[in-house]
């Protein structure tokens, strides 16, 4: 390795002879070493809270490790996917470093999906292992029917789960406590290179399946340093898993909060009376989640709420926070930060970075700093807003382009999909796909959606997907979803159908349609009927729809 | 580059399959990235205070680029040296970003180095270009005479220089203010791969010539990395200048405190009156310095003594800061974290670890715990005491070995010696030189230098260990012990002792002070009182005490 690394630099100067990496200065980086590091320095330390569970990071490095070598036992071999399908417990957690320490690559599935997407996942990223959290048990028997092949199954039997997420009847699959306890610890190994692929997390693509976005042990290790320095995590920080693992490893914190040597605080369900009840119970730091959450905390229930210690640090990201939510949280007591990114950049790669002379701005011009999307993140490299030739912008706060990225926290590729590989990387830049300016400060601000994506309380909805679905009913002649504003979603799709003459539909029969077909969070709030607009070659103007979803009455 | 850097990999699997690195993923760590980044972020952010002048992150960036282009147009090329002569002066911290942007390779020498060392490092690394300040001018012309070549010649009249430090004639070299003005920034350009150099940085080898320690864009991006996150630098953090920018990089704080976006202060001279002054007046957060440094704070006169924030961080190594130290800059409101490294390791790779439950030790014990060198910096690796053989050693606080390392910040070798840089990296581990135990709790603590064995009656004695209890003696300033040739033990242990101003104390009280301390065969059996003599950085020259020792008459 050492001398092929050194070769590419086609340096023959005076300091590179003799001088070629070797294994004492140059160690793939890798999110494992920071596990490694908190087990040695912190080994008595609270890592993980579950419920009245408390693992010190000697006993959660343990686990991961017992966790890698039973995944290899299970026929997991080196860089091969293992899935998970759970919300945020403790093996999810796990899973974020015994897959990797297997040499696996972890696909953590959105438990939102339904059993066609979730089959879908394990068929195109050969998945060889799926443990799955007992509440998708049923689901889960529907998945290996479409799946049509076998797969190592392991099942986690959540002791936090209320009862009625126990009921699902066991799989005969092992359990995951059991997995665990049969093997020895895997001693530590960092992958062959830090380019290894250590995740493959499916976005909702614009168009037809999802893709598979493949990420690496570099970008994780930068990514979530990135984090723990944007976010000052510190080994006295307590982290609350308000956001969902599985989403681009929740947004890096899964290996952040252990290179800090901070504690992770497990919960099953972002819900107010669980959040405030950790808040309290565990002196929580910091937590991150989309606006809905924030929404969730600030119109929780009188009798949810507790008295919180100050400077609770919430990163907020998926979709703008309006200025409602912002002040909500203040006058709660915590503090926001705005974060932007995709999957594609491991969550957060443009952070609303605060500046110190923003206090002194009127309040409505403070919120409208804090709302923007923002700059680089530490790690990450260049922001910029493109024209349609691929020109910079300059920041004017004006001229309104794709805002593209560059850097070490961008995803490998899609898997598969050299094409949409390309496409994401033309022209020297990560494209987002999202529309914007950047204003003087080079703070970017985004305006629009490229994408035909609906962000409704965090989760990505692709319009395309929910359109597809509503085309397959007998009575829709044409249709277009497009995202309408909601005070507690953020956004919700919103339908507008066209019926075929002759045909009769109303909305409750339109949405039953969708709700058998689809994950339920992706079914349409709104349905409208009437003509489309369309372009004179007979596109559909979606903006013209979102204009008009906008001002909807009911 | 990109396609050899993942063919290195071997990688052929499902997630490695049109997945190579190209530019949008990809991007050399390289610590100009900081620069760059704070300079969008934080322009109008005061990044560097020297006297009365005060540079915000606009114009810092710009006079490092500008910096660059006169170096390049001076004949600097890419992978060549330019050398900096100077005190901490903001063009010296300008230097480890402009001599990089132009590709270059950053020599900071030790202004205290007499002008032999200096001829020898210019000719050594083929220096291109000397900055130097002003008041080496007399120095420097020597340093020509001796080094026989041309050299391109920058002089720094620094406007916070005493009036006795600009006495030296002018060389008729262009002042370095004139140097930048006349040159337009250079475009941000990273290095071509991050493990081209960046500096190298020469250590007064114990023996023979000094050695060229090349270091490599990547580790002091992560050097600097670790030092935000174990440091805590933030945005807001100011940090004063006390220790030498020469000295590793300043342990890389150079790029640490901008990667933070935090503030230089710039200290000509480590005086205890312009410290107290600039805490006070810049409020400031973290200093870093050698004992010796804080030592000198602690008995700061009281017409310097400032009342100060609480909390200000010192992180202080190149020794270990015996007891008083730490409690005598507690009781002034400072915070002490003890740092290990070596310019191989750029500066701090081994750090101790604060953990919240030694504030509930008694006194002792937990200064005792503060003063080992402790757990790798986050973004090192390895660590480890090694035996004879290169066997591991267990954490039993018991068994002495060598203090091994290995990570990302780790040196590329030391130039045009690759004997020396085998030596150094043989086994698979940077070879320290240092010998000490690791604790159970994994914190390695440093017990003698490999030389500084006395070995009495077969019996191994760390000088360090006797120099602690001498220390502790009310009357000892300083204390260092040797080995003296004995015809009956082989070697006893002898004591050199400089006693405090006003303070008396003989020989066998001395002893018998030791003797109620220690185990009786490490007592030193000869004490010697006087001036101990030191190199030019003020460590303590043990070979000339050795050689004394070895013709005492007693």
Redesign the interface.
């Known amino acids: 390795?050492p001398e092929?690394?050194?070769?590419?630099?086609?340096?023959e100067?005076?300091?590179?002879?003799?001088?070629a990496?070797?294994?004492?200065?140059?160690?793939p980086?890798s999110p494992l070493?920071?596990l490694k590091?908190a087990s040695?320095?912190?080994?008595e330390k609270i890592a993980v809270i579950d419920g009245r569970r408390r693992f010190p990071y000697r006993e959660f490095a343990l686990r991961c490790r017992r966790l890698a070598t039973a995944l290899s036992g299970a026929g997991l071999n080196?860089?091969?996917?293992a899935a998970v399908l759970a919300p945020n417990v403790p093996a999810l957690l796990e899973a974020h470093y015994g897959v990797p320490l297997a040499g696996g690559?972890l696909a953590p599935i959105n438990i939102l999906l339904d059993a066609a997407s979730i089959a879908f996942i394990l068929d195109h990223?050969?998945c060889k292992v799926l443990i799955f959290d007992r509440a998708q048990a049923e689901k889960v028997r529907e998945v290996l029917n479409r799946l049509g092949r076998p797969i190592a199954l392991v099942e986690i039997a959540d002791p936090t789960a209320p009862e009625a997420d126990s009921l699902g009847a066991p799989m005969g699959a092992i359990e995951y406590e059991d997995f665990l306890a049969a093997a020895e610890p895997m001693a530590w190994t960092l992958p062959?290179?830090e380019?290894?692929?250590i995740g493959?997390n499916y976005t909702s693509g614009t168009t037809g399946d999802p893709k598979g976005v493949?990420c690496h042990h570099?970008?994780a290790y930068l990514g979530a340093?990135g984090n723990?320095?944007g976010f000052?995590l510190?080994?006295?920080s307590v982290y609350l898993w308000t956001l969902p693992m599985f989403h681009c490893n929740g947004w890096t914190c899964t290996w952040a909060v252990t290179?800090?040597g901070a504690t992770h605080v497990c919960l099953r369900k972002a819900e107010p009376g669980a959040i405030f009840a950790a808040i309290a119970e565990h002196d929580v730091t910091h937590l991150c989640g989309a606006p809905i959450v924030l929404n969730m905390i600030i119109h929780a229930p009188a009798e949810f709420r507790r008295p919180l210690a100050s400077g609770v640090l919430v990163v907020t990201g998926g979709a703008s926070p309006p200025s409602a939510v912002i002040t909500g949280m203040e006058a709660l007591g915590f503090r926001v930060l705005h974060a932007y990114g995709l999957t594609e950049t491991y969550g957060p790669s443009v952070v609303c970075?605060w500046?110190?002379e923003w206090a002194d701005l009127p309040e409505a011009e403070r919120l409208a700093r804090q709302a923007r999307q923002g700059?680089?993140t530490?790690?990450m490299?260049d922001l910029a807003v493109i024209g349609p030739e691929g020109e910079e912008f300059p920041p004017d706060a004006a001229r309104m382009g794709e805002i593209v990225t560059?850097?070490?926290v961008?995803?490998?590729?899609y898997?598969?999909n050299?094409e949409a590989?390309r496409a994401a990387?033309a022209g020297?830049?990560?494209h987002t796909g999202d529309l914007g300016v950047m204003h003087p400060?080079?703070y970017v601000e985004v305006k629009d959606r490229a994408k035909d994506i609906v962000i409704s309380g965090g989760e990505n909805i692709a319009s395309i997907e929910v359109e597809d679905v509503l085309y397959r009913h007998p009575a829709v002649l044409a249709a277009a979803v497009v995202a309408r504003p909601d005070e507690i979603w953020g956004e919700t799709p919103c339908a507008f159908v066209t019926l075929k003459e002759g045909r009769a539909a109303n909305a409750e029969e339109i949405l039953g349609f969708c709700r058998a077909r689809m994950a339920h969070f992706k079914v349409p709030k709104t349905v409208v009927f009437g003509e489309l607009p369309r372009t004179a070659t007979g596109k559909i103007q979606k903006h013209l729809l979102r204009e008009r979803a906008k001002h909807l009455r009911t």
């Open positions: 390795m092929d690394f050194v070769r590419k630099s086609g340096a100067g005076l300091f590179e002879r003799d001088l990496p070797n294994a004492v200065n140059h160690v980086l070493s920071f590091r040695l320095v912190w080994p080196h860089g091969e996917a690559v990223a050969a062959r290179n380019w290894q692929a493959v493949v570099r970008g340093l723990v320095i000052h510190r080994p006295e290179a800090a970075q500046q110190a700059v680089s530490p790690t490299e560059r850097g070490n961008v995803m490998k590729g898997l598969k050299p590989t990387f020297g830049w990560f400060d080079h």
